[in-house]
Nanobody, 123 residues
Framework: QVQLVESGGGLVQAGGSLRLSCFAS????????MGWFRQAPGKERECVAA????????YYKDSVRNRFTISRGTTKNTVHLQMNALTPEDTAVYYC????????????????WGQGAQVTVSS
């Protein structure tokens, strides 16, 4: 059974940092693209960052570029999101996702989703 489990969410003050991690199990993910999505109350889910299976290509939403960094672990079944200079606008439930096609993640499609981790940034 495939599972994606996020960790590292929480409450932080504006300007602070958090690191989200996602551990994927149940199959080999070395060739899968992985990404982080978020959904704030009343808003649509959006792709925040994505990374190819090799880790050579990445995508960032404009509003998080230069503040967030996505990376994969050496075993390729983990993905991290380092979030710096957080603002209240970053408050959302963050979801880890994996898909066989990198382009699918950019179209908000994924084969597998995590259960979500709450990130709350106070002003």
């Amino acid at each position: 059974q495939v599972q994606l489990v996020e960790s590292g969410g929480g409450l932080v003050q504006a300007g602070g940092s958090l690191r989200l991690s996602c551990f994927a199990s149940g199959r080999t993910f070395s060739t899968y693209a992985m990404g982080w999505f978020r959904q704030a109350p009343g808003k649509e889910r959006e792709c925040v960052a994505a990374i190819t299976g090799s880790g050579e290509s990445t995508y960032y939403k404009d509003s998080v570029r230069n503040r967030f960094t996505i990376s994969r672990g050496t075993t390729k079944n983990t993905v991290h999101l380092q979030m710096n200079a957080l603002t209240p606008e970053d408050t959302a439930v963050y979801y880890c996702a994996a898909d066989g096609l990198y382009s699918d993640l950019l179209r908000l499609r994924a084969d597998y989703w995590g259960q979500g981790a709450q990130v709350t940034v106070s002003s």
